[in-house]
């Protein structure tokens, strides 16, 4: 086992926050993992997983044993047209996409981009384009700690909601995931319900021209790369605030002084609004404050602009959800996950 110490953990976080890990090793089999799950059992070790670093806020030094999820492979079953795809948690994400829609596989275009790895994409149902991981999710394979066994879990168990699992509630550090297995189709079935994605294709002259899957993932993937900041050279975890989803009663208030303010129906008569909206209207847009600041073209994407520690970051964050309750009356949650 390559336990290694003291290791600065910049690396495996794209909002590049530099904190110390006590203990450190990289997990690339189901062997290794639960070597690892159990030295720190025996030392009472905290356990951080980390995947591709995309979704998280690294507050301070690590006590414990951080275990980056290093599980490749991907295979595949045909049955008829279907395809059950299975991935490694530390595969890649967007290579996975990729290589899918090499193979023939569909379903994932619109997921095109996301970074991180294939193993975090349950844990809150990642979306974007209109599509969300639920649509395509067959089952989940990990290690329950409680139990000290594999199993896996339907996409129903998983309980999938907005941004949201049962990863992220009663199975919350309890249940590592090892695999994904997707229902992927060999036939193509582009969806472009998304308004932003639909104005984004090229247009055709022909109106019979059938329009591809891999027209939809270049177009995802041309968009997202204009559109967001890289991580590589702005680091940020992407959307750092969720979209509220807020009641009927607020939402009708809100959009009877606000008529601007985007909105959507949700499951069960809430509205979901949109979280950049009410920060660019509270004034944070392109603003900054020492190391850290909103993007000037992205009002939920926050950006590490020069070795801001983790506590910066969430003061920043703090200030921005109190002015939007002050302002709106909405509470923002913070979608990365915080150390
Ligand atoms: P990490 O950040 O490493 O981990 C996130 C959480 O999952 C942690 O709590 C970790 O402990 C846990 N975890 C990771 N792997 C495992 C595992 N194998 N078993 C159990 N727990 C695990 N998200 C979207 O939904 N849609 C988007 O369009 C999107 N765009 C983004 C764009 C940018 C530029 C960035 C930086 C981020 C974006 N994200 C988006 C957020 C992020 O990419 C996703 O949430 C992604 O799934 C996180 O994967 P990761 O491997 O980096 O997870
Ligand atoms: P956008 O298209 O400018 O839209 C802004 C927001 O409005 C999005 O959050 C989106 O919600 C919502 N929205 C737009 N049209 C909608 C519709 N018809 N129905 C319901 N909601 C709608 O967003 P963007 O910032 O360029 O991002 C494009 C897509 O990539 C979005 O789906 C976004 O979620 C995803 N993305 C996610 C992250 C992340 O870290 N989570 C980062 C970058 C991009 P949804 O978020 O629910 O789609």
Redesign the pocket.
């Known amino acids: 086992m390559d336990i290694q110490r003291h290791v600065d953990l910049r690396p495996y976080n794209t909002l590049g926050i530099s904190v110390c890990a006590d203990y450190f090793i990289e997990v690339a089999s189901l062997d290794a993992l639960k070597e690892a799950i159990e030295f720190s059992s025996r030392r009472r070790l905290r356990r951080v997983f980390i995947g591709g670093g995309?979704?998280l806020v690294l507050r301070g030094d690590i006590q414990g044993l951080v275990i980056h999820m290093a599980m490749r492979g991907i295979s595949c079953e045909s049955s008829g047209e279907e395809r059950l795809v299975t991935a490694a948690a530390g595969e890649n994400w967007d290579e996975l996409v990729k290589y899918s829609l090499a193979q023939g596989w569909y379903g994932l275009e619109?997921l095109i981009s996301?970074p991180g790895q294939a193993g975090a994409a349950p844990i809150?149902n990642?979306?974007?384009?209109?599509v969300e991981l639920a649509s395509v999710l067959d089952s989940v394979t990990g290690w329950d700690v409680s139990l000290n066994g594999l199993r896996t879990l339907s996409a129903t168990d998983c309980q999938l909601g907005?941004?949201d699992s049962i990863f992220k509630g009663a199975l919350r550090d309890v249940f590592i995931i090892t695999s994904i297995t997707l229902r992927l189709s060999a036939t193509p079935s582009p969806n472009i319900?998304?308004?932003?994605?639909r104005e984004a294709l090229p247009k055709s002259n022909n109106p019979e021209q059938k329009l591809s899957a891999e027209l939809v993932a270049e177009t995802?993937a041309r968009?997202?790369a204009e559109?967001?900041p890289d991580f590589r050279r702005e680091p940020n975890?992407?959307?750092?605030f969720?979209?509220p989803i807020i009641s009927k009663t607020l939402a009708h208030e809100l959009v009877a002084k606000y008529p601007a303010l985007?909105h959507?129906p949700m499951p069960g008569g809430r509205f979901?609004v949109?979280?950049?909206?009410l920060v660019d209207q509270a004034g944070w847009k392109g603003k900054r404050r020492g190391a850290v600041g909103i993007h000037p073209r992205?009002a939920?994407?926050l950006v590490n602009y020069d070795g801001a520690a983790g506590a910066d970051v969430l003061a920043f964050a703090s200030a921005i959800q109190a002015d939007v309750l002050a302002r709106f009356n909405v509470e923002l949650e913070i979608?990365?996950r915080v150390y």
């Open positions: 995309s979704n619109n996301i809150q990642i979306g974007a384009y209109g907005y941004r319900n998304y308004p932003a994605l995802v968009v997202r559109k967001l975890v992407g959307s750092f969720k979209n985007p959507w979901k949109a979280a950049a909206w992205q939920i994407v979608e990365p």
